[in-house]
């Protein structure tokens, strides 16, 4: 038996940070209806509104909404809001990452529904989040997690631009902080008999996650700024390139214990006498000759030969890996990070598997199509045949797509 088996979640989201949450419990077990305007969750679209590519795969949707049912309901009639509060009243979770005015108006909020319904446990994902000024302003992950909380200024050198950033890794990020707010909320429930409210934002767990350097700007009033590799304070924790082209992350923090793992496989233990290199503090002092000398010793070799010595010598490092690497990385399959899955399209797909790993958990099925589960869920809720097809003809609601 799943974790989550018998759990009823409705997620009324759209894009990444809310389906990802619901996306961790249907893989955890959970019953996830995914609630749906006639168009669809516009993640359905993504590569046509993102580039206009016309290509009719889309992993990054299917990751986050595989296993769950989707329902198609128009929700500006109020026929359609009425079936989703039908589809609500039976469910022991909403998660929606919709703005806050938006779901006041549909009378969504978490106050109007744990009024009705006190047992339900309301998760409200937002950008910045339900209170202050801007707390519908939208957000997505570039602004709310990486710009507005200083993770891109922090990742800057010098007055260079901010670095490229990936799509979806801060909505991630908080799709997993929010599940830890359910899965708090359930313990609750069960002790209590009450349900609650989950608050996460886009913004305050991109802080928790820059929460170090966040914390000495609180305390010292000043933050270092980030400097090139070549003038890293700590050159055991820096990144080199070998002789063949391809990047490593020595991660020797503990610089006086991992150095000398380091001058074994360099064959360079006179170094360790070397007076501008001795101690962890000449080390640091002298931080440009040391990393121009790793430099220069590592460029002799491919990574393969740095790979040997430093695992017989206990050096820690970690190679740079290109996502196809990744992919075909033993010991990230050994790990279950990559998953087969029946896809939407038909036939099976790897993706790549939750985060979490606990038993009987996974993909339960493919990613739903819009308005698959419709009928099916809208019985569940206690509709009959005639007024769903009331609702039908009257256009609040959406057949299968193939979308």
């Given amino acids: 038996m799943a974790a989550l088996e018998g759990i009823r979640v409705v997620e009324l989201g759209l894009w990444v940070a809310g389906p990802a949450a619901g996306g961790l419990m249907a893989d955890l077990g959970a019953d996830v209806i995914k609630i749906e305007s006639l168009e669809g969750d516009p993640m359905r679209r993504f590569f046509s509104l993102a580039t206009g590519s016309k290509v009719d795969r889309n992993p990054p949707f299917e990751l986050d909404n595989r296993g769950k049912r989707s329902v198609a309901i128009d929700m500006s009639r109020s026929e359609g809001r009425e079936a989703v509060e039908r589809i609500i009243r039976g469910a022991d979770v909403f998660v929606t990452n919709m703005r806050p005015r938006a779901l006041e108006k549909l009378c969504l909020d978490a106050q109007t529904l744990r009024a009705r319904y006190p047992k339900l446990i309301y998760a409200g994902v937002t950008g910045y989040g339900s209170t202050g000024t801007e707390r519908d302003r939208p957000g997505y992950d570039v602004g709310a997690f990486w710009a507005r909380t200083g993770i891109a200024d922090t990742l800057r050198t010098g007055d260079g631009p901010p670095p490229a950033i990936r799509g979806g890794f801060g909505d991630h990020i908080t799709a997993i902080t929010t599940l830890s707010g359910i899965l708090a909320a359930l313990v609750q429930r069960g002790r209590t008999g009450e349900g609650g409210v989950v608050e996460t934002s886009l913004l305050r767990t991109g802080m928790y996650c ?48 991992h150095f000398p793992g380091v001058l074994r496989a360099i064959e360079r233990p006179d170094l360790a006498t070397d007076e501008r290199f001795a101690t962890v503090r000449e080390q640091r002092r002298n931080r440009e000759e040391l990393i121009a000398l790793l430099d220069e010793v590592f460029a002799k070799r491919p990574l393969d030969e740095w790979a040997e010595r430093f695992d017989a010598q206990g050096v820690w490092w970690a190679p740079v890996q290109s996502p196809a690497d ?62 769903i097809e009331t609702l039908r003809r009257l256009g609040a609601l959406g057949d299968e797509k193939d979308t």
């Fill in 210 to 257: 820059i929460g170090w350097d966040l914390g000495i700007q609180l305390e010292f009033g000043k933050l270092k700024r980030p400097v090139a590799r070549e003038e890293n304070e700590q050159p055991l924790l820096n990144c080199y390139r070998a002789g063949d082209g391809r990047w490593f992350w020595l991660i020797g923090l503990e610089a006086a214990r």
């Fill in 326 to 387: 990744a992919l075909a990385d033993a010991q990230a399959l050994a790990a279950g990070a990559v998953v087969e899955v029946e896809g939407m399209k038909g036939g099976m797909t790897r993706q790549v598997a939750a985060p979490i790993a606990l038993a009987d958990s996974g993909p339960r099925g493919p990613a739903p199509r819009l308005g698959a589960h419709t009928d099916d869920v809208l019985r569940e809720s206690g509709l009959s045949n005639g007024e």
